[in-house]
């Protein structure tokens, strides 16, 4: 079956511009996560979905970081006026009920400039 | 608090060496899960193992094996007969039974490269 896909591939923007990123999870995962993956932080958390529960967002670095799931499936990653060390690889990852193996989509490369 | 350690940043092998990247992980919690990904070039994190803190069988899957072991906290990966296309990145995470959404936490990476 198909696996986590993320839009955009790969986004350049300016300093000060908001951007969304796209998940699209597994079909039948329920639970969806984000993560940064930087050179200097490595891979970090950011925010988990589970269901129609409230999501856990202790792993958002600041308010501009927001995130939403739509309908249980799709969910997009906002970040409000990007800052450059905002750029990074978002990657997303999709499991069935937790704590069952993340599966993660290809990741959309941000660039802030 | 909980953290993975993987101390190595780089390895360089030629084809056919035999290779360990080791992982050392940190918890409090008595229930927890314990994975290998990989990171080829193309970027995409790729699962190859997940292991629950109850089962310390080691495991053997091709030229993969792992060996687990609680008394030293340690998750070590080998990859016997090395090849170029086993060259990428690899990670090592944790995730705790008790941790809100079970989220993984990474180690750096090991950075793989086998020549020919």
């Known amino acids: 079956g198909a696996g986590v896909s993320q839009s955009p591939s790969n986004k350049v923007t300016e300093k000060g511009k908001d951007v969304e990123l796209r998940c699209d999870p597994i079909?039948?995962?329920?639970?969806l996560y984000w993560y940064r993956q930087s050179l200097g932080q490595g891979l970090e958390f950011l925010i988990y979905?589970?269901?129609?529960?409230?999501?856990?967002k202790s792993g958002l670095p600041s308010d501009r970081f927001s995130a939403e799931r739509t309908g249980g499936s799709v969910s997009t990653l906002t970040i409000q006026r990007t800052q450059q060390e905002d750029s990074a690889v978002y990657l997303c990852?999709?499991?069935?009920?937790?704590?069952?193996?993340?599966?993660f989509g290809p990741g959309t490369r941000l660039l802030v400039l | 608090a909980q953290k993975v350690t993987q101390a190595q940043t780089e390895i360089s092998v030629v084809e056919k060496e035999d290779v360990t990247l080791d992982c050392v992980y940190e918890?409090?919690?008595?229930?927890?899960?314990l994975f290998w990904y990989k990171q080829p070039p193309s970027g995409e994190l790729v699962f190859l193992i997940r292991?629950?803190?109850?089962?310390?069988q080691n495991e053997i899957s091709g030229r993969y094996s792992w060996n687990f072991q609680k008394s030293t906290s340690s998750f070590n990966f080998t990859i016997t007969a090395s090849q170029v296309v086993d060259s990428a990145v690899y990670f090592c995470?944790?995730?705790?039974?008790?941790?809100?959404?079970?989220?993984?936490?990474f180690g750096k990476g090991t950075t793989l490269s086998v020549s020919s």
């Open positions: 292991r629950n803190s109850f089962d310390e």
């Open positions: 990852a999709s499991s069935a009920i937790p704590p069952e193996t993340q599966y």
């Open positions: 995470a944790l995730s705790e039974a008790n941790q809100a959404g079970t989220a993984l936490i």
């Open positions: 979905f589970q269901g129609n529960s409230a999501p856990d």
């Open positions: 918890t409090r919690d008595t229930t927890y899960y």
């Open positions: 079909s039948g995962h329920t639970a």
